[in-house]
């Protein structure tokens, strides 16, 4: 059974359903890909924290990195990608 | 920590409100930078969600106890979310408490089309913004950590036992940073909001006032630009290896 990289994402980050979490989980103990795949989304998390780390201790540009990300004006309409 | 003592030296008055005890108890020390919990299913959400309508709704009857319980229920998130932010514990605590005060004054105008705690996570997150705009607060911050001090926190934060680690994760980070900076605001915005403060797909649409979908989908996309960001950097690394041992 292939599972798709959304797949893995939604169970990476606890959005699956039980009955699809289960399958994910099965697929891992078979298919040591899978496994791979669920650690480098692991990995990218943990860099991503720790460059958000890095930002905030150097004078509060995560403040103004997250002003600038969060502001409702830059984001595009629904359905944008 | 000296930092806090210094932030809350250089402010006079303190902006301590008298929010009682039986409202804000104190907010232990959180664990940060760690990894966000995954969020929790469909139906724990629902029912927490279902139980801050009834709460907040007996709270703009007036019933002091049900606030209280909302402050219970909701005060470490939203510390944390300002800690994540601000890295001290007095101020986020102060900023917490005055989310709390905001929040009770403005009882009357929550109309239940968000949830409790994204009008919440709203409020604690443009306070902190606020707070760390002020020049003084940048200025301050800049002059007590020296890029050293900066890199020994970080690493002593990240995993102190081991170093090789540690390196790899910092050259990863500084990758992360440069394709983050790279990505449009919309992406970067789902990328925070999700690795950094731990938010459910729900939480974030309602917070970007998208549908979930979209919020699914832009973090796909900011995930698979990261990822091709740092395998691009690994095969740079990988192919001037070889180069650099004939040099040697």
């Known amino acids: 059974m292939k599972l798709s990289d959304t797949t893995l994402m939604l169970f990476h980050d606890g959005e699956l359903d039980a009955e699809r979490a289960r399958r994910v989980r099965a697929g891992r103990l078979v298919d040591p890909s899978v496994g791979a795949r669920l650690e480098a989304l692991a990995e990218l998390g943990d860099a991503v924290r720790a460059w958000a780390l890095r930002r905030d201790t150097r004078g509060g540009e995560l403040g103004r990195f997250c002003s600038r990300a969060l502001r409702r004006d830059d984001a595009p309409g629904r359905g944008d990608r | ?248």
């Not at chain 2, 929790?40 to 709704?57: F, G, K, V, W, Y």
Request: with cysteine.
């Open chain 2, 1 to 248: 920590m000296a930092r806090s003592s210094a932030l809350s030296a250089r402010r006079a008055p303190p902006r301590r409100r008298a929010l009682g005890p039986e409202w804000c108890a104190p907010v232990s020390q959180l664990p940060v930078n760690t990894r966000p919990p995954p969020a929790s299913n469909r139906t724990d959400r629902a029912a927490e969600s279902e139980r801050d309508r009834e709460l907040i709704l007996r709270a703009q009857r007036g019933d002091k106890p049900a606030f209280a319980e909302l402050v219970a229920r909701h005060q470490r998130r939203a510390f944390a979310i300002a800690f994540g932010l601000l890295r001290s514990e007095e101020d986020a605590s102060e900023i917490v408490q005055e989310a709390f005060l905001r929040v009770y004054r403005g009882l009357d105008t929550f109309n239940g089309t968000a949830s409790f705690f994204t009008w919440l996570y709203r409020i604690v997150k443009n306070l902190s913004i606020d707070l760390m705009r002020r020049p003084a607060w940048q200025r301050e911050l800049a002059d007590e950590l020296s890029g050293e001090q900066v890199d020994a926190l970080l690493l002593s934060r990240l995993s102190a036992q081991d170093p090789e680690h540690s390196l790899r994760r910092r050259e990863l980070a500084s990758v992360v940073g440069d394709a983050i900076d790279a990505l449009p605001a919309y992406h970067r915005a789902v990328i925070v909001m999700r690795e950094v403060e731990g938010m459910s797909y729900e939480e974030m649409a309602e917070a970007a006032g998208v549908s979930k979908g979209t919020i699914m989908s832009r973090l796909f996309h900011a995930r698979k630009k990261l990822q091709r960001a740092l395998f691009a950097r690994y095969v740079e690394h990988t192919e001037r290896l070889p180069a650099e041992a004939d040099e040697r």
